[in-house]
């Protein structure tokens, strides 16, 4: 089979790495790619907005399968240009993916087909939402409604926060029209994990459980970024609580959906938190999440390029879905400055080094080649990713490998899966 992946990042990186491992596959495209990707794909010069290109390069060259990274094409209708061409692709429909698009349509769709989620408000400036924000009480979640790269999700924890997110959002237009309308929601305490399953349009196949880190600083301090690190199992997950979450969220979502006449295919992906009262959906997306889709890939036992291809025709034929019983741990590295005003360009060395450490896989995100010298060139660059028997190994395995990473302004999270570690059983373990 022709493949082409679109998308430019470690998630990218990761999925032609995994298809590219399948006997069906013949040829492996990437558009655009980047260096670490150009080791298992040929990239392609063309952006995934340019949705129209896209489709002209996959009619040329007669792709028997594309499957989409991120989701700014999605929501600019890929799916729907390559479906009127008779393009067999991976990837929801605008109307679909409006639930990641758009936070008011999510909640309000939620709301619709009792998927649990927080108590929320829609307002449209700062007076409304400051004065819901009082009746919810502190700490509070402002969100912009449209897409702002994983970092309009705001949290307030005191009133000088939420006068200031207030004026983020609707003064200073930080996130642009995103914030036309905001979010506001009850903030929910308990433990965060990612859920995500393949969906065909009418079933779901649950992948296994990820935990992913947002907050760029140790201890969950500092803003929220597009993700610092990841570890699948999450820990704290039960299977008992993974069988509520597949029915109380995922297949309610799809159903609910394809009854609105959106019927999903792709990667649908639940942002969970874990209360006291049960799982509740913080948010959801319409596309493999970044970074948890690395260390997924990296334990999935069957052959990826079969599954996406039956769910693109609409008919999985796979019941389930076969997983390694070893964890898997990633770690982000981010240039300096991120998640405002990255610092690129500077050298990167000593991945060989890296990725020569046992069960180790280095995927790359924001790098390029200049004087033929890799260098970073974006906000996260790199996501250093290991496999092992448990978790406190993926973790020793893929923090042995950041140090052998030569980039002396690296950024990274130092307690990736700490917390989670006991140290009489030496790991987590979970679905």
Same mark, same amino acid.
């Not at 590219?20 to 558009?31: D, F, G, H, K």
């Not at 803003?223 to 570890?231: K, L, V």
């Not at 997306?285 to 609409?314: C, I, K, S, T």
């Not at 490998?401 to 990274?412: H, I, N, T």
């Given at each position: ?10 998630? /990218? =990186? ?26 298992? *794909? ?6 995934? /907005?340019?949705?129209?290109?896209? *489709? ?23 799916? #729907? ?29 939620? #709301?619709? =087909? ?9 307002? %449209? ?35 000088? /926060? ?16 995103? *914030? ?16 995500? *399953? !393949? ?22 301090? @500092? ?5 610092? @690190?990841? =570890? ?57 999440? #970044? ?72 995927? %790359? ?38 140090? /052998?990473? #030569? ?6 999270? %130092? ?5 989670? !570690? ?10």
């Amino acid at each position: 089979m022709r493949v082409l992946v679109i998308g430019n990042g470690a998630r /990218e =990186h990761a999925l032609c790495w995994k298809l590219r491992q399948s006997p069906l596959l013949t040829e492996l495209y990437c558009a655009p790619g980047n260096p670490g990707i150009a080791a298992v *794909a040929d990239r392609v010069p063309i952006a995934p /907005e340019e949705v129209q290109r896209l *489709a002209d390069f996959a009619t040329e060259m007669r792709i028997d399968l594309t499957v989409v990274g991120p989701e700014l094409p999605l929501t600019l209708g890929i799916a #729907d240009e390559f479906a009127g061409r008779g393009l067999p692709i991976f990837g929801p429909t605008q109307r679909a993916a409006e639930i990641e698009g758009s936070k008011v349509f999510s909640k309000l769709f939620m #709301d619709r =087909h009792k998927i649990p989620t927080a108590p929320f408000a829609v307002v %449209h400036d700062a007076a409304a939402a400051l004065s819901e924000a009082r009746r919810f009480g502190l700490p509070v979640v402002l969100k912009a409604d449209g897409l702002a790269a994983g970092k309009g999700v705001l949290i307030a924890t005191t009133q000088d /926060e939420l006068a200031e997110a207030a004026r983020a959002l609707f003064e200073e237009r930080r996130f642009g029209a995103s *914030a036309d309308r905001v979010v506001v929601e009850a903030f929910l305490p308990g433990d965060e994990v990612s859920f995500m *399953a !393949l969906c065909d349009g009418e079933r779901v196949l649950p992948l296994a459980t990820a935990r992913d880190y947002k907050r760029i600083g140790d201890g969950d301090t @500092g803003p929220n970024t597009g993700g610092m @690190g990841a =570890h699948s199992p999450s820990g704290g997950l039960s299977a008992e609580t993974a069988a509520e979450v597949v029915e109380t969220v995922m297949r309610p979502a799809v159903a609910g959906l394809a009854a609105e006449g959106r019927p999903f295919v792709g990667v649908l992906y639940a942002g969970l938190m874990l209360t006291p009262e049960g799982p509740r959906v913080l948010e959801f997306n319409a596309r493999f999440g #970044d970074p948890e889709a690395q260390v997924l890939l990296m334990r999935l036992e069957d052959d990826l390029l079969p599954l996406l291809a039956a769910g693109a025709a609409g008919r999985f034929d796979a019941r389930r879905l076969s997983f390694r019983r070893e964890a898997a741990a990633g770690v982000v590295l981010a240039s300096p400055g991120y998640p405002g005003r990255p610092l690129t360009g500077e050298p990167i060395r000593g991945l060989d080094r890296a990725g020569a450490i046992e069960g180790v896989e280095i995927f %790359h995100a924001g790098t390029t080649v200049e004087g033929g010298e890799l260098v970073s060139a974006g906000g996260r660059v790199l996501s250093v990713c290991a496999l092992a028997p448990d978790l406190r190994g993926a973790l020793e395995r893929a923090y042995a490998a950041v140090g /052998e990473v #030569d980039w002396p302004g690296k950024v990274y999270r %130092h307690d990736i899966g700490r917390r989670l !570690l006991d140290p009489d059983q030496g790991g987590v373990t979970g679905p």
